[in-house]
């Protein structure tokens, strides 16, 4: 039996049997007797201690046979939380096979990415989550297929493709497989009062999942603050951008609601749902484990008040991780209203224009190779960031700097630093924000070093980083709470 590696037996038990939603993506419940999965949080009778058998994946419990319970829909589970909190072989291949890389390149684009062996990579999946990249890559493709085929009114031939299947007869075998019935069977079980289909064509209405609490405030007031006009807006209650996908673009509106993330996803390619789904998760923090953040946090008496005032804070991160460089480095010294109109600047003269019916987003945000291509004398800024700059995005147009979901943090800190300008404050906010290092920490930030003196911690890089030992690995998160201690609008859900 493949068990969950990071519970052991009775602990799963134990949430099995209270219904414990926290460990929901964590493991997954195969039930012997009655052959189908679940989450642990099902809200059916639980089985008998001794019927029960736990799969640290969907993949591995469907590859051993078993189907997804109709009542739980273990599928739509948060994603674990280790994937966004380690850097290792296979966190980072998980980010990928989530970015959709297996379907696009296959298992030797992701090992080529990684820098292992195909069999390297296929024996540590198999290892730690039971199921190889293949069989992972094909879990997340029946997800897809299910969403497709509940929220829209696609034929099923249309589905099958956008889903990632590379035929019809695969689709529909997958599909009956994995939750025992077929996709007109799924489309039928839809309840009437919510019929599929929108009068958008390629949007897509869609519910996102998160582990509670969570507090939108920072999250999403900070993405709001921070938008660069024509790529981001806050409208009518929620945060709206353009995307920038593999196969095309896309214009996504996400808005807090008490139980999810309601999420509006309008595609010029429908391949790019999943791609889509998973970049906004991650920009919005909605895979992380906010309880076990915020009990490792409470450990220190100084910061446990912020915690008890507001618990759940998230990280905001990012759904482009090379933009979120270039605009680290336009911010660099100058105030928030400042750096959004020096990237309102690129957008305008280098992005690529969209339309946006609905909005007022006007471009994609441009791409490295664009600015790399730019004269740096229209660049209104000192010399010394404007080579700062032209360094930047002409080592991210050429690959010698890469930073993506595969990175590795320790490397491409290291990348980061070696570059003209890039001091640690630059390095580490994009460490936390890009990359996703939950351990990232800004002890000379002027806004930390303001609330650490007025919360009694100390103030000064040193002995403020000597006191956040005590945070690993959790010190982005205490940045967070730190930063919430100000009246800047960063920190304040828009109204």
């Known amino acids: 039996m493949q068990t969950a590696t990071h519970l052991d037996r009775e602990h799963c038990v134990r949430a099995v049997q209270s219904k414990d939603a926290r460990f929901d993506g964590w493991f997954y419940t195969a039930v012997l007797t009655t052959g189908i999965y679940c989450r642990p949080s099902c809200p059916v009778v639980p089985p008998k201690s001794r019927n029960m058998t736990f799969y640290p994946s969907a993949a591995a419990c469907q590859q051993a046979g078993f189907r997804a319970c109709k009542r739980c829909r273990p599928d739509t589970s948060p994603g674990s939380p280790e ?242 460089a270039v605009r680290a480095v336009l911010g660099q010294q100058v105030s928030t209203a400042a750096a959004r109109t020096h990237a309102a600047r690129l957008v305008t003269a280098h992005g690529k224009p969209l339309d946006d019916p609905e909005g007022g987003l006007t471009h994609l945000f441009p791409s490295p190779g664009a600015l790399a291509a730019l004269d740096p004398e229209t660049l209104a800024m000192p010399r010394t960031r404007r080579t700062t700059f032209t360094t930047l995005v002409g080592q991210l147009a050429d690959g010698t700097l890469h930073l993506g979901v595969e990175s590795d943090w320790a490397e491409a800190r290291a990348r980061l630093l070696a570059l003209p300008g890039f001091g640690p404050w630059t390095v580490d906010v994009i460490a936390m924000r890009a990359l996703g290092d939950p351990d990232a920490f800004l002890p000379t930030d002027l806004g930390i070093r303001r609330a650490a003196g007025e919360l009694g911690l100390p103030s000064t890089p040193a002995a403020l980083t000597a006191r956040a030992e005590a945070w690993r690995p959790r010190r982005a998160y205490a940045v967070q709470y730190l930063w919430a201690t100000d009246s800047h609008p960063v920190n304040f859900l828009p109204v």
């Open 83 to 324: 994937w966004n909190q380690r850097a290792d072989l296979v966190a980072r291949a998980m980010r990928l096979i989530t970015d959709g890389v297996v379907d696009r390149e296959g298992v030797p684009g992701l090992a080529a990415r990684l820098g292992y062996s195909t069999r390297q990579v296929e024996r540590q999946l198999l290892a730690e989550l039971g199921a190889g990249p293949l069989a992972l890559a094909r879990a997340q493709r029946a997800q897809t297929a299910r969403l497709l085929i509940e929220t829209t009114a696609l034929p099923m031939a249309e589905i099958a493709f956008a889903a990632g299947f590379s035929s019809i007869r695969a689709f529909n075998d997958t599909v009956r497989e994995v939750f025992a019935l077929s996709p007109s069977e799924l489309r039928r079980r839809v309840p009437a009062g919510r019929a599929p289909g929108d009068s958008t064509p390629g949007t897509l209405s869609l519910r996102l999942p998160f582990r509670a609490p969570l507090n939108p405030g920072n999250l999403f007031g900070h993405l709001a603050a921070t938008a660069v006009p024509g790529v981001e807006e806050w409208r009518n209650g929620a945060y709206r951008r353009t995307l920038r996908l593999p196969y095309g673009h896309g214009i996504v509106a996400l808005g807090p609601r008490p139980d999810h993330i309601a999420c509006r996803l309008t595609l010029s390619d429908l391949r790019d749902l999943a791609v889509a789904i998973s970049r906004c998760r991650r920009m919005l923090d909605l895979d992380a484990d906010p309880v076990a953040v915020d009990d490792r946090l409470r450990t220190d008496p100084l910061l446990a008040p912020l915690v008890e005032k507001a618990p759940g804070r998230r990280v905001p991160r990012t759904v482009d991780e090379a933009e979120f």
